[in-house]
């Protein structure tokens, strides 16, 4: 029996009962699926790690459903936190802060800091306010795979080890959430996502540095090998042509382009969803073209970058 459940109202609470009994459900966010469990309970978040085999020195993003709970969460709130928190959440943005003590090491890798995040799929929303906890939640994949963006994808790599996978269809974004850490006394950008860089500025009225590119691993999480599918990933820049180094001459390619895409948000949607869809169907090289180098194609193009990288 399918443990696929469509987001009815008796299924969230389903959801929100198993998340309250220490459990892990998988749910659908609209940037990827996430793999959710009480972010206050030691032994549910240790379950998140032992199924998805995530390093423990990993953090993880912890869902809320109402702004008020960040007071919960985080021991101090600055006043850019308060400003990009009243425009742009919820939504596809985590902010770090200092965390407070409530909130246990484990599921900030022994950080001083927590991501927090208020996802705006309304089946989500509904998930954490019936659950009344914050949910920690990393992508719902076993670690190093393409972040799954349709409940079957979570299917594929769980099998039958969870318990609840609550249905939202396709994510909306495709792409994880920006990360922007304002635990510091200058603004960083750790991680780009749908919220780019620009729509920050323009919010804080300040220049805001990205360190997604940065060698120091200040966002625990980016040192890891990320978003790779079974295939060999080759890029080429946006708008090349896709040629194939001899060596893998001969072998099954699937060309990845914006050829036949009506935007860029529509390349992002589907990217790890062909990933994905590429190994279902046996190819070994996906030649991937890179987006426009400005807003979401900034963050396609860190994600494709590291998915062909080898680390
Ligand atoms: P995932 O939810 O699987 O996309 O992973 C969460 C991402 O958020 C990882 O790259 C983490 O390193 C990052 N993250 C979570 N908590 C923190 C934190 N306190 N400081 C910096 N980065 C964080
Ligand atoms: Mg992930």
Known sequence: MSNILSPTPHNIQLCANAIKNGEVVAFCTETVYGLGADAFSIDAVKKIFSLKGREEDNPLIVHISDISQVHELAREVPDRALKLMQKLMPGPISIVLKKSKKVPGIVTAGLDTVAIRMPRNASALELIKHSGIPIAAPSAN??????????????????????????????????????????????????????????????????????????????????????????????????????????????????????????????????????????????????????????????????????????
């Open 142 to 311: 076993i670690s190093g795979t393409p972040s799954p963006t349709i409940a079957q994808h979570v299917e594929n790599d769980f099998k039958n080890k969870l318990q609840f996978v609550l249905d939202g269809g396709q994510c909306e974004i495709g792409i994880e959430s920006s990360v922007i850490d304002l635990s510091g006394s200058m603004p960083r950008i750790l991680r780009e996502g749908k919220v780019t860089k620009e729509e920050i500025e323009a919010v804080l009225g300040e220049k805001v540095e990205v360190l997604t590119n940065s060698n120091k691993p200040l966002s625990p999480g980016m040192k890891y090998k990320h978003y790779a599918p079974k295939a060999q990933v080759i890029f080429i820049e946006h708008g090349g042509y896709p040629i194939l180094p001899v060596g893998l001459r001969g072998k099954k390619v699937k060309i990845i382009s914006m050829k036949n895409c009506i935007s860029t948000d529509e390349y992002a949607k589907n990217l790890f969803l062909n990933f994905r869809k590429a190994d279902d169907e046996g190819y070994e090289v996906i030649v991937c073209e890179l987006a426009r180098d400005a807003g979401i194609g900034r963050a396609i193009n860190n994600r494709i970058r590291k998915a062909s990288s080898k680390m």
